[in-house]
C-alpha cells in the first residue's frame, strides 16, 4: 500500500462513528477534529457513514460543520447537506415481529431503530403502526449467537454484520453503508475509487472492501483488517486523523 498515490484522488472521506472516529468515551479527539477541518478546507467531502440513526448522529456532524451527505442506519437512510432525505430502506414489520419473538425465545437483549424513534428491551404495543429500518440483537454467549444467526441466515432477507463482535444488526437484503455510498458518489460526481473509507466492523465490510482506498483501525475485528489495504492506530489514538495525515493531506 505505500505506493498508493494521492493523485488516485482521494475526494471523499467515508468515516464510521463507533469504534472509529469515536473512541470509547463516544467523543471525537481534537487530532481527529483537526484532520477532518483540514480535509474540508481541501474541498474533500467527509461523510459520517454510521450504524446510527440521524438523530444519534446530527449533533457530531454539527460540531464537524460538516457540509456533506450522511449515511446512516448502515446505509438504511440517506440524507443531504441540508438533512433533507434523499433514501429510505425499510425492514418489514413482519419481519421485525418475528425477530421481537426470537429474542423472547433466547432471552437476549435487542434494540430496534423506527423512524420516529430508537427501542431498547422494548417495543411499540403495534410493531406495525411503525416504519422500521434496522434490528440488532446484543448476545455475549457464543453458541446462542450462533444458533440466531443461522435462523436470520435462513430467512434470506435480510443483510447481517455487526458492530461489536457481540451483536447482530440486521437491515434489508442488499443495504449496507457501500451501497449508501455509491448514491452518494452518484449525486456528487465522483467514483467509489475517489473514496478512503474507515472502519472497524462488519457492517464497515462493504464500504473498505468497495472503496478505493479501505482502512481498518487498529481496533479492528481481524475480518475487517483483512479486507482492508492498510490498518492504521486505535480509536483511541486518533487512528482517523492518522489515516488521514497519511493518504488525504
Known sequence: M??????NGIKLIALDMDGTLLNDQHEISEAN?????EAQEKGIY???????SLRKCEKHADSLA???????VNGSEIWDEKRGLVERN?????????????TKKHK??????STSRNWFDEMPEDIHGEEWLKFGFNIKDVPTRDKILKELQARGEFELSNSTPTNIEVNPAGINKA????????RIGI???NVMAVGDSLNDLAMIKEAGLGIAMGNAQDTVKKAAAWVTSSNNEDGVAIAIQKWVL
Not at 460538516?66 to 446512516?72: A, G, R
Not at 451501497?179 to 452518484?186: D, P, S, T
Open 33 to 37: 477534529r483537526q484532520a477532518i477541518t
Open 90 to 102: 425499510l425492514v418489514q414489520s413482519e419481519s421485525i415481529q418475528w425477530m421481537t419473538e426470537l
Open 191 to 193: 467514483d467509489m475509487k
Open 66 to 72: 460538516l457540509s456533506s451527505y450522511l449515511v446512516t
Open 179 to 186: 451501497k449508501g455510498l455509491k448514491l452518494v458518489c452518484e
Open 2 to 7: 505505500e505506493n498508493f498515490k494521492s493523485d
Open 46 to 52: 467527509v461523510v459520517l457513514s454510521t450504524g446510527r
Open 108 to 113: 437476549v437483549r435487542y434494540w430496534a431503530i
